[in-house]
């Protein structure tokens, strides 16, 4: 089970987390209207009076990016205030993720955006590693990716992860950690909530904006970082095979991190992982405030 922090933010104030409760009649529950974000932050290791935050501002625009599809205005400084008052208000001691979900709160029947109101709730919970750090085994999926000409995906919007449910439970059920789900174009696409790197003959591969991937924040750091350790990148459709032959294979996103695959289907990859762990090790010293080049990246949230 887990561990929820103690205070949510509901209906515009700061109430205990069990407090916060909707209706069985809203109207997000019916249709999947909403969209949400995910944010990871850690105790500073080096000063227990504070947290950090990773890449707060990107997280904000993308939420208030999202809101945009379901025809709310909710503008980013705002909601990067009530994040902030949201840390402030719960002092988490350990490391945690924050999930802010905007939504058709309203208690209509017809599935549309307009003339419905909306809301936006904000809850957290503890939470350590979400994959096996050592290294997970995937699947290739039997669904296949929504596609941006139906579905908004440059949105992170709740009614797409059926898919990934449908997906994680299918590998699941059937022995894997994971699914790799491959989109319309039946190219590879990503994990049920990660995005997807491979290694190949020392270049760092990744599917593009084009594939109809979420345009993931841990991805774009990747990608950064990468660039800056003078590893070539390239973004460019990848196929299923090369998935097979890759020197490495890693997947990456808010909760799971970095998470090296270990095995594809009946494949499987090298144990050595040079520049999965040169990625890791960065991204991990610059989440916890330990790397001058990234500070930008962290916001350093004072508990008072
Ligand atoms: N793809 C999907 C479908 C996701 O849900 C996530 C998690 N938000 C990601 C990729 C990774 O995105 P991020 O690095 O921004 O967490």
């Given at each position: 089970m887990h561990t929820f922090l103690p205070i949510a933010y509901f209906e515009n104030q700061f109430i205990p987390f069990e407090n916060a409760k909707i209706s069985i009649a809203t109207h997000a529950l019916h249709y999947g209207t909403a969209a949400f974000g995910g944010m990871r932050g850690i105790p500073d290791p080096g000063n227990p009076n504070q947290v950090l935050l990773f890449r707060l501002e990107r997280h904000c625009q993308r939420l208030s990016q999202s809101a945009k599809f379901l025809n709310y205005d909710l503008p980013a400084d705002k909601l990067q205030q009530i994040i902030i008052d949201f840390v402030k208000k719960n002092k988490p001691s350990k490391s945690f993720y924050m999930r802010p979900l905007v939504y058709t709160?309203?208690?209509?029947?017809?599935?549309?955006?307009?003339n419905i109101e909306k809301d936006f709730f904000v809850y957290g919970l503890e939470m350590g590693?979400?994959?096996?750090?050592d290294g997970i085994s995937c699947r290739i999926s039997s669904w296949t990716r929504q596609e941006d000409r139906s579905f908004p995906l440059r949105g992170k919007i709740s009614a797409a992860y059926i898919t990934s449910a449908l997906a994680k439970t299918e590998a699941v059920e059937s022995g894997f950690d994971e699914a790799i789900l491959m989109n319309s174009q039946g190219k590879v696409c990503e994990a049920t909530g990660m995005n997807l790197f491979i290694v190949r003959n020392g270049h760092l591969i990744t599917p593009g904006f084009e594939q109809d991937i979420l345009e993931g924040i841990t991805r774009d750091s990747i990608l950064t970082l990468a660039k800056n350790f003078g590893i070539p990148t390239i973004e460019r459709p990848i196929d299923k095979s090369e998935l097979f032959i890759a020197d490495e294979v890693f997947l990456c996103g808010t909760a799971a991190k970095i998470s090296p695959v270990k095995q594809i289907e009946t494949f499987k990859l090298p144990e050595t992982r040079p520049i999965t762990e040169q990625l890791k090790e960065k991204l991990s010293a610059i989440t916890e405030n330990k790397d001058p080049d990234y500070k930008e990246w962290i916001s350093v949230i004072p508990l008072e």
């Open positions: 709160s309203g208690l209509g029947v017809a599935p549309r955006l307009h590693d979400y994959l096996s750090p």
